[in-house]
């Protein structure tokens, strides 16, 4: 049996150090000199982000608009097209006419309206001259120097008169005979009563005579008797003519009043009739002034001077519809802005007076620049249009001299697409990496 013998390793010392420490040390000292490093990082960083500030921005989209706003071309009435005198992007000047509407309709009416005035006016002539009771009609200078349609009307005004004039004059003639025969006829009762009168009289003295011879019985009663039944026959035929007098000179009033009737029902009908055509003229001069002022409209003018943009109108012949907008001119003189569309959700961090930096995306980025500008104007309230998200307008005007950074090849035009990056308050970075987890612990631990 064989012995294996095991041998014992002895530390050394080296000025009494313990030579097996060394590799243990340079651990320690490398995590420690670690640890201050990253502490010294992390309170230079957290420094710097607590104390830095940083400016952030805003991208808003926009777009190169006019500072007045396009005029919109219209027409009130609408119709159809006669003739399209301009073409799209063709420069026009104010006052320019544009487009002819076809008026021929108008005119048919207006013509109409015109006629049924003169009607008008020479009837209401007609009966004014009849309401007074003249004996000729006085027509307005405006129809009596008319055409030949005007003085065929006045003509047959003219007639309708003379013929109610002859007929009032033959019914007072017819009246005034029946006056005459009646006055005939009390004039022959008048005659009649006087013949009766003085034959009672002459009876009335012989009855007296004899009524005294018959008293002292010197004449026979027998034959006095007649003469008093005559006596009382002609006093009842005195009065019965007495009440044919009465009776013809009541009829005589009453054809009078006939005759004055004629003149009276001729001004009453005339001022009823008068009063129908006065309504009548008022509406029809109403008219008239709408179809004249209508007729005015027939040429659609530019409102400025611009270039003529969108038109609509392309078919002579083609119908407008009232109000519906045909077109539109750029100002030629008004100034360019930028409109942009900003976030609601940004719009806390943004407000007037803001820097701003533009980008024209419509130009080479390589050598176009960043312009600069500020905000002027935010809109009170959002906007919508369409189905497009809600917004609020923004209007961002370039710094003095920065369009000219852009050369002479560039140049802005209405429509053109802006990239806009609005400036907002300073923060420091740390805020930028706090405020996420801070929203986030908001939202968390908010009650349901």
């Known amino acids: 049996m064989s012995t294996r013998t095991i041998g014992v390793r002895h530390p050394t010392f080296v000025d009494g150090i313990d030579g097996g420490a060394e590799p243990s040390f340079s651990i320690i000292a490398r995590l420690v000199l670690g640890v201050l490093l990253g502490g010294c990082l992390l309170i230079g960083v957290g420094g710097w982000a607590a104390t830095t500030d940083l400016n952030g921005a805003i991208m808003a989209p926009g777009a190169v608009t006019v500072d007045q706003n396009a005029k919109a071309v219209q027409h009130r009435d609408g119709g159809v097209v006669g003739s ?22 108008t005119r048919a009416e207006l013509a109409i309206i015109r006629g049924q005035l003169v009607e008008l006016s020479a009837k209401k002539a007609r009966l004014l001259a009849e309401r007074d009771g003249l004996r000729d009609i006085a027509f307005p200078p405006s129809l009596s120097n008319g055409d030949g349609e005007t003085l065929a009307i006045i003509d047959g005004e003219s007639r309708l008169f003379r013929g109610n004039l002859a007929s009032r004059d033959s019914q007072r003639q017819q009246l005034e005979l ?17 013949a009766k009168r ?16 018959v008293d002292k019985h010197l004449f026979e009663s027998s034959k006095f008797l007649p003469i008093s039944r005559d006596r009382h026959r002609l006093t009842g035929e005195q ?31 005339a001022q ?3 009063s129908v055509v006065d309504a009548k003229l008022a509406e029809l001069g109403n008219r008239r002034i709408a179809l004249e002022d209508r007729l005015t409209r027939t040429e659609i003018r530019s409102p400025a001077s611009g270039i003529l943009h969108e038109l609509k109108a392309f078919t002579v012949g083609g119908v407008v519809t009232p109000a ?8 030629a003189d008004a100034p360019l802005r930028i409109e942009i569309r900003i976030s609601p959700a940004s719009i806390d961090q943004i407000g007037v007076g803001r820097p ?36 609020y307008v923004g209007y961002v005007e370039l710094n003095e001299g920065e369009l000219t950074r852009l050369g002479e090849r560039a140049r802005l035009v209405p429509g053109m697409p802006v990239e806009v990056h609005v400036t907002t308050e300073e923060r420091t970075a740390l805020s930028y990496l706090v405020k996420p987890i801070q929203d986030q612990f908001t939202r968390s631990f908010r009650e349901r």
């Open 84 to 105: 399209i005198l301009v073409r799209d992007g063709q420069a026009v000047t104010a006052g320019q006419v544009l487009i002819r509407i076809d008026d021929a309709q």
């Open 178 to 194: 029946q006056i005459g025969q009646v006055d005939e006829e009390v004039a022959g009762l008048v005659k009649q009563k006087d």
């Open 198 to 213: 003085d034959e009672l009289a002459i009876l009335t003295s012989e009855h007296g005579k004899l009524q005294g011879l």
């Open 239 to 269: 009065g019965s003519l007495e009440a044919s007098i009465a009776r013809a000179r009541v009829r005589t009033s009453e054809i009078r009043v006939q005759l004055l009737a004629i003149a009276d029902t001729a001004r009453t009908e």
């Open 272 to 274: 009823k009739e008068l």
């Open 324 to 331: 519906d907008v045909l077109a539109t001119v750029v100002p």
């Open 356 to 391: 701003a930096k533009l980008r024209f995306t419509a130009f080479n980025q390589r050598t176009t620049p960043e312009l600069k500008g500020k905000l002027v104007y935010v809109s009170p309230s959002t906007t919508k249009v369409g189905k497009d998200d809600a917004f």
